[in-house]
């Protein structure tokens, strides 16, 4: 009983020394970005959220939807706090199927500040259909779903590279060291000077992906900067209410103290 015990912790650390050269030939840990919003009292980068969006719209938004947000959204507290009359130009510049009307049809009109973001596609199958039988996933929440969160999705964008010697890619497939099996079905849509920039910032690669993350992040957490201002008003009054505890025990134990 004990030999076979052995044996069978023997053949388990072999395999688990097997497959940790497997594991990392398969996937990178992601880039570690000094993202603004992270820590006790992070804050979303404005410029980059509105950024962000843009790069979203132009690039993005063709494949993937993000059902979970309304463009009234874009104009809130704790986001990319574009103006009222801002909103309603992004909003309107997008035709958004309503009805059906009097006569029971369905008609296109200007999109609503109170409208969800458009979704490209009719629906699921839709979807599958034009991206060579892979679904893009919604990006309302992919920080949040995703491993590694903002570094990852930033690590995949800027991941993309030739396959190595001896690697063989299936059509409509890419090689990225960040993805698990280094294989991903979307492509590389990002390029230098891809997006103008309202703001005149350079267009780059890696400052489109930290732009784009940036609004994905703030999409996924929107909450976000109040939970932190929450969090330090709560941590302030701990401290105070240590404070006034340890001087009031004090205070009784030194009246007991007096007394012996």
């Given at each position: 009983?004990?030999?076979?015990n ?7 650390f ?5 497959l ?18 992270k ?6 980068d ?15 938004a063709?494949?993937?939807s ?14 990319p706090?574009?103006?009222?009359i ?38 699921v ?28 999705i ?25 993805m698990i ?29 930290k ?22 008003k ?10 006034l ?9 030194s ?6």
């Amino acid at each position: 009983m004990i030999k076979s015990n052995i044996k069978l912790l023997v053949l388990s650390f072999l395999l688990l020394i097997s497959l940790k050269p497997l594991q990392s030939a398969e996937m990178v840990d992601p880039i570690k970005v000094e993202w603004s919003f992270k820590g006790l009292t992070g804050t979303f980068d404005r410029a980059s959220l509105q950024r962000g969006f843009q790069v979203y719209k132009e690039v993005c938004a063709s494949c993937h939807s993000m059902q979970y947000l309304s463009y009234r959204n874009l104009g809130e507290p704790g986001g990319p706090e574009f103006s009222e009359i801002e909103v309603k130009a992004i909003a309107a510049s997008f035709e958004i199927e309503d009805g059906p009307d009097d006569q029971g049809e369905m008609f296109t009109r200007p999109g609503k500040p109170s409208d969800k973001f458009k979704n490209p596609y009719p629906n699921v199958k839709a979807a599958i259909a034009a991206n060579g039988g892979a679904y893009p996933p919604d990006m309302s929440v992919l920080v949040k779903a995703r491993k590694g969160g903002a570094n990852y999705i930033y690590s995949v964008l800027v991941g993309y590279e030739d396959p190595p010697p001896g690697v063989t890619l299936d059509d409509g497939v890419y090689y990225n060291k960040y993805m698990i099996g280094n294989k991903i079905k979307m492509p590389n849509n990002l390029s230098d000077g891809l997006v103008e920039y309202s703001d005149g910032t350079e267009s780059t690669v890696d400052q489109m992906a930290k732009d784009v993350t940036t609004f994905l992040a703030w999409a996924a957490e929107p909450e976000l900067e109040e939970r932190h201002r929450t969090g330090v008003k709560v941590i302030i009054y701990l401290i105070l209410l240590t404070i006034l505890v340890y001087l009031s025990m004090k205070k009784i134990w030194s009246r007991i103290d007096s007394e012996i």
